[in-house]
């Protein structure tokens, strides 16, 4: 069984909504724990309450120290993962760090620290026969489209020259688009350690009129302010309230448009997920224009499967987004109301062709007016649209199948044809 270790700094079960880089990373080792991987996951600890070890599903995740809040603290907190990874380095194949952050450096040095010198290296015996000591391999996933990609987060920070550099120390760093593979060639990074990821999709399900009925009953028990009625038709926003407050970012372009979608549409409901400073300001807002009764701010979630399930259509304006909640939206044949960013085009084109883009309800961030428009066409034939959504995720499965997906992760953590243990870095 390959052995995995996630490096993250942001795990919880409450993510959906809260940090989109959390539920991806919690979605991505779920998905190698149902593909027969042992995963673990090794995390900061965001409260002194919060438990050192927990387990979700098949993952277990340690919390190993209080999560950093300063250059100081950072740099404390690399060294001290860094020696946790170098003891738990002999009993694993992989560690794997979920974005181009501080942590690859820390996941650099353990792995140089237990390969040793060559000359030093122990010999030991497996099924596969002699080999040097056991060395785990070193990755990380450069991830994330936009303000939120971790090329943006490089250029901008002061430590981002070093994590570069430190990418060069491991084995493989993973990609999801070209721009980033040219981003981390100018910068220094080998280009033979680049490998592209292609992402899968799971054939979408359709929701019968039973299941929406108990999805929306079990959320309504979980918070009243959820209450729909069978025939409302429920609009959903899920990321997380950062940024200025203003209609330029995308849960305000929402909430300054509530009161005109509330107006046109009586049976409409609005669920606005996340959590962080706006969400105060989002509050005092939709209670100012009178709509705070059709539009619930019940937080974040962990598991969304019975958000997907009772909603009918999505709005998707943040570059956050495309982590975790526009791919779930997608395969969840959910009608969506998009952006025109640069990011989304840019995650889009890699997913379909040019005539299916041009098929969605696109509308202009910098013209709020637009977003109504682009409202009005989904909800003035719900069935179309809704139809339209599940062939458009039925051509993204067949496009990227789960089972590419799937392969090139074993492909990673097992190296050769009959190779399945742990990578050499000595030999």
């Known amino acids: 069984m390959t052995r995995v270790m996630l490096v993250a700094r942001h795990f ?65 907190y690399i060294r001290h993962l860094g020696n946790w990874l170098v003891e738990q380095a002999p009993r694993l194949d992989a560690i794997v760090c979920h974005q181009v952050r501080e942590e690859c450096r820390a996941v650099a040095n353990a792995i140089h620290s237990v390969g040793g010198d060559e000359h030093d290296v122990e010999t030991i015996s497996s099924g596969r026969g002699s080999l040097a000591a056991r060395v ?6 450069c991830g994330g489209w936009g303000e939120d990609s971790d090329e943006r987060w490089c250029l901008d920070t002061r430590s981002g020259r070093r994590v570069l550099q430190a990418c060069n120390s491991l084995d493989r760093v993973v990609t999801e688009h070209a721009k980033t593979d040219r981003f981390l060639v100018s910068h220094g990074v080998k280009a033979d350690l680049l490998q592209r990821r292609p992402f899968g999709f799971e054939r979408p399900k359709s929701v019968s009129d039973d299941q929406r009925l108990l999805a929306r009953r079990s959320l309504q028990a979980i918070n009243l302010d959820l209450a729909t009625d069978f025939d409302s038709k429920v609009l959903l926003w899920c990321g997380p309230m950062t940024g200025r407050a203003t209609s330029e970012s995308g849960l305000g372009a929402l909430v300054q448009s509530a009161r005109f979608l509330a107006a046109r549409e009586p049976d409409l409901r609005i669920w606005i997920l996340g959590d962080g400073k706006l969400r105060d300001w989002a509050h005092s807002e939709l209670r100012a224009e009178g709509v705070r009764s059709v539009v619930a701010l019940p937080g974040s979630f962990s598991d969304m499967t019975e958000v997907w399930q009772a909603s009918d259509a999505v709005v998707l304006n943040e570059d956050s987004q495309l982590r975790s909640a526009f791919p779930s939206a997608l395969t969840a044949a959910l009608p969506v109301i998009v952006a025109r960013r640069s990011a989304s085009e840019d995650y889009l084109n890699a997913l379909f062709d040019e005539t299916i883009l041009q098929s969605l309800a696109w ?59 742990p990578h050499s870095k000595a030999s």
């Open 363 to 421: 509308y202009d961030p910098a013209k709020p007016s637009t977003l109504r428009k682009a409202f009005r066409s989904i909800w003035e034939d719900m069935d179309a649209a809704k139809q339209h959504a599940m062939e458009l995720a039925k051509d993204l499965a067949g496009r990227h199948p789960m089972d590419r997906e799937l392969a090139f992760w074993r492909s990673l953590f097992q190296p050769g044809i009959d190779s399945t243990g």
């Open 136 to 141: 785990p391999l070193g990755m990380a996933i």
């Open 12 to 76: 919880w079960p409450h993510c959906s909504g809260r940090h989109e880089s959390a539920a991806a990373a919690m979605q991505l080792s779920q998905q190698w724990a149902d593909w027969g991987m042992q995963v673990e996951v090794v995390t900061t600890r965001h409260g002194n309450g919060w438990p050192t070890e927990i387990t979700l599903g098949n993952v277990k995740v340690h919390r190993i120290a209080a999560a950093p809040r300063g250059d100081w603290s950072t740099q404390r």
